[in-house]
């Protein structure tokens, strides 16, 4: 069976997304996705590089940064009217949920939390591999604000073990 046209184009964004040569490729292609109307998920766990989108306040300069984010951008009903949604969170919230635009005015609410829960369900050496004994790699890199939040959930992680 054929699978029909694409309307939205999820991704998940690497490093090599975020920098150098690589970022004007994916700017490009970015570019290339939302003129063909189709609507873009950009899914960006990267803290450490700005975001690849204009306009989005860099972490963690700016109070009203978030280390991770999702970008929603619906190309509805054309690319010159669309709009990208940001949605950030913070190291110990809950990924948020989102609404990924289908076509027509059709979308479907989308939770990503069951799917990285069952990642770790499934896979279970996943979880073998955090250490909450020990601070993140890099973790100077975080806000303060942050770095107080993965201490408290450090604490809390290990005194639920003892």
């Not at 690589?22 to 899914?43: D, G, N, P, V, W």
């Not at 479907?108 to 279970?124: H, K, L, T, V």
Request: proline share 7%.
């Amino acid at each position: 069976s054929e699978l029909g046209e694409t309307v939205t184009w999820l991704e998940v964004l690497s490093p090599t997304n975020k920098i150098g040569l690589e970022l004007l490729r994916y700017r490009q292609k970015r570019a290339e996705t939302i003129t063909q109307q189709i609507s873009l998920i950009e899914f960006d766990y990267l803290h450490e590089t700005p975001s690849v989108i204009g306009g989005v306040p860099r972490y963690p300069n700016h109070t009203a940064s978030f280390p991770y984010s999702i970008a929603v951008t619906d190309q509805r009903p054309m690319a010159q009217q669309g709009k990208t949604f940001i949605y950030g969170f913070h190291v110990d919230e809950a990924i948020p949920e989102i609404y990924i635009p289908l076509k027509d005015e059709e979308f479907i609410r989308f939770d990503p939390n069951p799917s990285y829960d069952a990642a770790f369900e499934r896979f279970p050496a996943l979880s073998y591999r955090l250490d909450y004994a020990q601070v993140p790699v890099r973790f100077d890199t975080y806000s303060q604000d942050d770095q107080d939040r993965i201490a408290e959930c450090m604490r809390k992680v290990t005194a639920a073990a003892k």
